[in-house]
Every structure is written in C-alpha cells, then in structure tokens.
C-alpha cells in the first residue's frame, strides 16, 4: 500500500479554519484506499503559533498524525517586517533572504518537521502540501521535489509575488487546483508551470441528511429571515464590512431580516436585536442554521476557499458572495446558485432580489444543490487523487 503524507500547519478535531478542515476531509477519505499520515505542528492559534498539543503523535479518525513543536512563535515584529518588506517590492526590489526570513517570522517555524522531512523522504510515496504560503511548505516542498503533490490554494496576496514562489511553484510534480480560476491565475503568474500535470478539484461536502431548521429557529428565537455567516468573524475575512451593508441594507429597506453570525468573534459586532452573534456551535446546530437561512454570506476577499460555501449549497441554500473575489464570483457564475456583490448598492439589490423573487429563488436554490452534486462528489475527487498519486 502507498504511504502518503499530507503537510499543513495545523491539524486536529480543534483546528478550525476551511484549509484545516478540508485536510483533514482528504486525510479521512485518502486513508480508505492509502496509508496516510499528517505531518504538522502542536500549535492550534495561528496568531501566535504557540504549543498546545502535548502529544508527538496520535491517531484522529484512522489518520496517523506526527506533531513537531513551533521552535519559534510567531514574530511579534512580523507585520512591521512585511510592511517593510512589500514597500521594497513596489519599488521593484526583491530579495530571497529576506523572504525567507519573512516565512520564519510569520510561522510556523517548526524545523524539526523540515529534518523529518528530509530523512523520511524515501518511506513515503508521495507527499502533499497543503498552502503555498508558510514555513512548512517553502522549506519543505524543496526536500521532496520529486514525489511532492502542491495544493497552493493561490490567489492575488502579496507573497504569491516573491521571489520565493517563482522557484518554488516549479517544483512538485503535480498540482491540485481548487477551481479553474486558480489554475488560470498560477499558469499565467508562473508560465514555466504549463507543463506540470495538474487535477482541479474542490473539497466533498459531508452533510446530514436531515437536518433539522426548526429546532435551530426556535432555540435562537428567530421567527423572521435571517441572513447567515459562517466562520472566524473577523476583519480579515470581510466582516465588518459586511455586518456595515447589512446595517444599512435594514436602515434603507427595514423589515424584519437579520442578522445570524456563527463563528469565534474576533472584531466589534453592534450590539442590535437584528444581529445575532452565536459564537462556536456544534456540526448539527451550523447545519440546521444553514438550511433555515435565506442566503449564505461569503464576504471574504482573499479567501481562497470556502467549506461553509459548499455545504450551504448542498444544503440548496444560495450564497451571497463578495464580487471582488475572483473565485467566489466564479461560483455564482458556474453554479447560478448565488448573487454577488461588489458595493454596497448591488449588496442592496441582491438581497432585495432574493427576498422579493419567490420563483426564480426557488430555481437559485435548486441549481446551488446541483452544482455541489455534480462537482464536489467524494467519487470524483478521489478518482482524481488516484490519477495524481499512482503517477
């Protein structure tokens, strides 16, 4: 049996984030057909990169998981080094040392994952990375070049311009592409790529069958509409933005729609009763939130992948999406499951739209579900995998 090793920076039951959960969705589903193992930190907060697991090595749902402690916590002078750094890009001067010492300082620096790396690399037939864009994978991916698979998760951040991707995205053997887009976008930023093979593939959505919106209404007290979000509500992933549309979208329009944001709170949320903020639930109150909502809200603007997104539309609600996302927009556009926005006045005319158009709504949600069949089956990704792994 093939013994394949997947790289990501976090990893656990208690890592949220969409990139941690779809890793460990493809460990789960890989270690049907392979033996797979994780090789990631004991850290859990990104913010500080600090040791919380206590364990070098454990067993999650079947997958083997080696743990290597964060050497380094994250730089308290991180942002003003990257700050300083990007003005040196714009004035067209790019350094390898100094991007180096950038994904050291930003985390998480765990060389120790690097030297097991570097020594196992023949017990493994292939190993995946998850993420462009940390330590873990620019100082791995070079010690295993040639049974390395890269899913880069790419999109338009500063770092996807050093010098450090233009060596690096020429390296693996194969790619995984969440989306079109993204292959679009890597193929034109680095042309010496054309000729690595690739696979473009989002994530399988694993929800209920029933689900239960009633319970969920009626334990949160929500009678009316209401719009949904869905993760870290934070400033990073669009939020205070979004919660400023929706303010006055009801100061505009009024009616009784609101508010309902699920997710750990990490910025200023207004104190109104037509907002809700309900901070972390379990897999079976987010699921039912889903299925009662209106319409998902996906503000995110560099964002390169969304879990929430998928399983809203499998679960036939449509989703309500930041326009100025490449990606984001793609999948309303692919799907005709969504609307998006890119000001506030088409926000406006989106939710407008879908509050006041029952029968083209109802197509909206019925195309959100189709999308997510045909495209994000667990049959299919695997299949896909098999072509890159058995290479």
Not at 245 to 263: D, S
Request: a positive charge.
């Amino acid at each position: 049996m093939k013994r394949i090793a997947l790289i990501n920076p976090r990893y656990g039951l208690e890592a949220s984030g969409s990139a941690e959960y779809y890793t460990r969705m493809i460990a789960e589903h890989l270690a049907n057909r392979y033996e797979v193992e994780v090789l990631t930190t004991k850290a859990i907060d990104p913010s500080t990169w600090k040791d919380w697991y206590a364990r070098d090595v454990e067993t999650i749902h079947g997958v083997t998981v080696w743990r290597f402690s964060v050497e380094k916590l994250r730089a308290i002078d991180f942002t003003e080094y990257s700050d300083a750094y990007l003005q040196e890009m714009a004035q067209n001067h790019r350094n390898l040392s100094k991007e180096q010492t950038w994904f050291e300082k930003q985390g998480p620096f765990a060389p120790n994952c690097i030297r097991y790396i570097r020594k196992h690399r023949r017990n493994y037939n292939k190993f995946i990375f998850i993420g462009f864009d940390h330590y873990l994978t620019t100082a791995g991916l070079p010690e295993v070049t040639d049974r390395a698979i890269l899913i880069p998760a790419a999109a338009e951040i500063p770092c996807f311009h050093f010098l450090t991707c233009e060596s690096l995205f020429i390296k693996p053997k194969a790619f995984v592409f969440f989306s079109d887009t993204e292959r679009k976008l890597v193929r034109r930023r680095f042309p010496r790529t054309e000729p690595i093979p690739c696979e473009v593939m989002g994530t399988g959505v694993d929800v209920p069958y029933q689900v239960d919106s009633n319970a969920f209404r009626q334990q949160y007290g929500l009678a009316d509409p209401y719009l949904l979000y869905v993760g870290r509500v934070d400033e990073s992933k669009g939020c205070p933005r979004m919660i400023r549309y929706f303010m006055e979208y009801k100061r505009r329009c009024g009616g009784k729609l609101k508010l309902v944001l699920i997710g750990k709170n990490a910025c200023h949320i207004p104190a109104r009763p037509d907002i809700l903020s309900l901070g972390f639930v379990s897999d079976e109150e987010k699921y039912a939130g889903m299925a009662g909502a209106k319409a998902l809200l996906v503000p995110y603007e560099q964002e390169r992948m969304s879990i929430s997104l998928l399983e809203a539309m499998s679960l036939s609600i449509p989703i309500l999406a930041n326009g100025s996302n490449e990606i984001l927009r793609q999948h309303c556009i692919d799907s005709n499951g969504g609307l998006f926005y890119q000001n506030y006045f088409e926000f406006e005319g989106a939710v407008q739209y879908l509050m006041e158009h029952s029968i083209a709504y109802m197509q909206i949600c019925v195309n959100a579900k189709n999308y997510v069949m045909k495209n994000y089956g667990w049959k299919r990704i695997m299949q896909k995998f098999d072509r890159l792994i058995l290479k």
